[in-house]
């Protein structure tokens, strides 16, 4: 009876022993399990990142091709520039460059009349010198400055204002730049008188150099 316990008790041991290898087996393959698995998912991340950056080194070789292409373009635009340039006379580019700067005398808004004289209703009276400068560049520097009104300072060709003026403004823009003269209550009949130069009256295309402003 003792022999048959005994022997009883091996073999529970001996499945007991089994069992827990079996499960730490169990165990050990599961954990091998998940590490594939995220291996595979690392691989996909990187090879997606990798097709990512060579669709991306694509795209930046071919911005470089078509930057210099471009830049070819403007070399060889700039270079037809130059030789249409080199068969112009003086006169010719002088009047180029002249195109470049627009020049506007207005009132209220208002152009003033090849003949110089402009009537107002209003008794506050802003008489607008601008300076238009135009956007495209292809033009050399030296021609371009050749184009302005002489002087340091475009307004200095309003020679004489009378009566003076109550305030005087500048509004200064990217491409337009403006002096202002506002009087701010002139009296009904009454007269202002505005003296240019001869080369702001061709300029702005006038008949006269003075200019008068009446007020109904």
Request: overall charge negative.
């Amino acid at each position: 009876m003792k022999k048959f316990s005994l022997l009883i008790l091996l073999m529970c041991l001996t499945i007991g022993v089994l069992s827990g290898c079996m499960s730490d087996q169990t165990i050990k393959s599961g954990e091998e399990d998940n590490n594939l698995e995220e291996v595979e998912q690392n691989h996909e991340e990187l090879s997606k990142l990798a097709a990512e950056n060579e669709e991306l080194q694509r795209q930046i070789e071919s911005y470089e091709m078509e930057a210099e292409n471009i830049q070819q373009y403007i070399i060889s635009y700039q270079s037809q520039i130059d030789e249409m340039f080199n068969l112009l006379n003086e006169d010719q580019k002088l009047a180029l460059a002249q195109a470049y700067w627009q020049y506007e005398l207005t009132v209220n808004e208002t152009n003033i009349p090849d003949d110089g004289v402009i009537e107002i209703e209003n008794q506050e009276v802003v008489i607008s010198l601008s300076q238009h400068q135009s956007e495209d560049t292809y033009l050399p520097y030296e021609l371009i400055e050749l184009g302005r009104l002489s002087g340091e300072y475009f307004h200095e060709h309003i020679l004489q204002v009378k009566p003076e003026q109550d305030e005087e403004t500048w509004r200064d823009g990217t491409i337009v730049t403006a002096y202002e003269l506002i009087f701010t209550d002139l009296a009904s009949g009454s007269e202002v008188e505005i003296t240019i130069t001869d080369e702001l009256k061709e300029r702005l295309g006038l008949q006269t150099d003075l200019l008068i402003i009446r007020i109904k």
